[in-house]
């Protein structure tokens, strides 16, 4: 399944101990059970949320260690997107792709990818100085079946 000469490793530890020193794990941030807040930045300390004041952390039983973590009822998992941005320009053949769309001269007339597109052009044209710049990362949000505009018969897809 994988290429020659590459190997899986073993155990979900031993890819977490590769994975590790490149500094792109996951972290996870506090939230509130009703989705109300994330205890994060000047939220952090919170012991509860302050919209719905719901605790933040699941009763200790009686008696237990005190040493113990505290554990949240609800935890987000988030993965940073900057460090990951910079670990694509890293690599010389990983930072040519990431610029193609800007170096490839690309043929008239035919549309190939995004950046053929009406919606491409628009946006380099208001922001001329992003555009300027070919290391530039433009993200785009899909969803697929997610309707928040659902009337009975006149659904609309998003
Ligand atoms: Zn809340």
Not at 3 to 28: C, M, R, T
Not at 118 to 123: I, L, M, N, S, Y
Request: net charge positive; with cysteine; aromatic share 8%.
């Amino acid at each position: 399944m994988l290429p020659k000469g590459h190997k899986l490793p073993d155990s979900f530890y031993a890819s977490k101990k590769v994975v590790a020193p490149l500094g792109i794990g996951l972290q996870k941030i506090d939230a509130c059970e009703n989705d109300c807040m994330l205890f994060w930045k000047d939220d952090e300390d919170l012991q509860e949320c302050k919209i719905c004041h719901h605790p933040r952390f699941k009763p200790r039983k009686r008696g237990g260690k005190k040493r113990h973590k505290s554990i949240p009822f609800k935890q987000l998992s988030y993965l940073p997107l900057t460090p990951r941005l910079q670990r694509l320009y890293t690599s010389q053949t990983t930072a040519e792709h990431m610029r193609w769309h800007k170096e490839d001269p690309g043929e008239e007339g035919k549309l190939c990818h995004p950046r053929d597109g009406e919606a491409w052009k628009h946006f380099d044209r208001s922001h001329p100085i992003f555009a300027a710049e070919s290391r530039n990362v433009r993200l785009a949000l899909s969803a697929d079946g997610f309707n928040p505009h659902n009337q009975g018969s006149r659904p609309y897809s998003c």
